[in-house]
């Protein structure tokens, strides 16, 4: 992410918190505390159900990695698990300087509007790692009952407006009925981000003088931008495949407007620097007879800027002399509301087709032109 990844993971964060326990893997019993919740939710208000991974942190003698397979070890016999809708009319974001730094002051508590139960629910659907896989337990519940106010104002103007979800915020309520703790996380309210440029995808020229660029509003949060490049590949069947890479060279600039100043993101992520990560993502393979483009998407993410400070942390070392970085009180983990914006469906023009498929970078690929 750019004040802009999502390449956060639950993985990382639950195996540093191994980590500060102990420096290998066998774990001495140090006292009696209940075990806290480990929470790893990324809720988007445009998505229709909304899930919360909740286990949690454990002590006992024994090696850790092998404890960590086992579903009790992991996951709390039973939880009441609420997400709060609150608004807090007097704490508000009240503005940006020059060098980017909101500046005000969040209410995490604020008056209640409304809650919904997440229901505890089973799937198969983690990839094997770590941790206990099978069954994976997770917390949902769905946008019909969890009515976030936000998704009114999910819009995209294409010209500057102000930030629209200043005041809401959203809280994760966690109670364990066998202890009475309550662990409880909060997130402001994101506003989606508000892309002025371009109004929708078309047919992308990578070799020309000015090149297609992204613009977006600095609404103040931490933003994660992505392409994605899909393409057919044919071996003795035909597979829809995609890759994906991070926009890079993004600037922040200044805007004029009558009433006030904007901020605003620029990149010009559609140069032939694209097919450089094309030859970077794809790997040869003797088998492939050929591959052929479909088209690119992007998307933009905005996130709480205490996103960004767990990612930066962990970008590093997963061991930060014991010093969790996590929003939750009475407990580990990340709870944030993100927002996710972008244009889908951009083509190719014959030049750049030409050079996809001949070109210095990706001719060995196999691309065809047609």
């Known amino acids: 992410m750019h004040k802009t990844g999502r390449n956060i993971t639950l993985g990382v964060f639950l195996f540093s918190i191994l980590q500060i326990l102990s420096c290998d893997t066998e774990l001495d019993l140090i006292d009696q505390t209940p075990d806290l919740p480990v929470v ?6 445009g998505d229709s159900v909304y899930q919360v991974r909740i286990q949690k942190s454990f002590c006992g003698k024994g090696n850790a990695l092998e404890m960590a397979k086992v579903y009790d070890s992991i996951y709390f016999d039973s939880l009441n698990v609420y997400m709060e809708l609150r608004f807090a009319p007097d704490k508000h974001l009240v503005g940006a300087d020059a060098a980017g730094n909101w500046y005000g002051e969040w209410d995490m508590a604020g008056d209640l509007i409304h809650r919904a139960r997440l229901v505890p629910t089973l799937t198969e659907r983690k990839e094997a790692g770590i941790f206990n896989n099978s069954p994976y337990g997770i917390f ?12 009114v104002f999910l819009t995209d103007p294409g010209y500057w407006i102000l930030p629209q979800g200043q005041g809401f915020i959203v809280r994760l309520c966690i109670e364990d009925p066998k202890t009475g703790q309550t662990t409880v996380a909060a997130t402001p309210f994101v506003d989606l981000p508000n892309i002025v440029l371009p109004r929708k995808a078309f047919t992308l020229n990578l070799y020309d003088e000015e090149p297609a660029r992204v613009i977006w509003q600095d609404h103040g949060w931490f933003y994660d931008t992505q392409v994605q490049f899909y393409y057919y590949e044919f071996t003795d069947h035909t597979e829809l495949k995609s890759i994906k890479w991070r926009i890079t060279g993004i600037n922040r600039n200044q805007v004029q407007d009558i009433s006030q100043d904007f ?13 450089g990560h094309v030859r970077a993502e794809i790997q040869e393979d003797t088998n492939v007879v050929w591959r052929k483009f479909s088209h690119i998407n992007y998307f933009i993410t905005a996130a709480p800027g205490f996103v960004q400070d767990y990612q930066e942390t962990y970008a590093i070392s997963a061991d930060h002399s014991g010093q969790a970085i996590t929003n939750v009180t009475n407990g580990y983990g990340l709870f944030a509301i993100v927002a996710t914006n972008g244009r889908q469906g951009f083509g190719l023009d014959p030049k750049s087709m030409d050079s996809l498929s001949n070109g210095r970078f990706t001719k060995h690929l196999k691309f065809v032109k047609w």
Not at 40 to 45: E, L, P, S, T, V
Not at 140 to 151: A, H, L, P, V
């Open 140 to 151: 949902q519940t769905t946008s019909d009952s969890f009515k976030i106010r936000g998704k």
């Open 263 to 275: 901020y605003c993101y620029s990149a010009t992520p559609f140069q032939e620097s694209l097919l």
């Open 40 to 45: 790893w939710g990324f809720i988007d208000a």
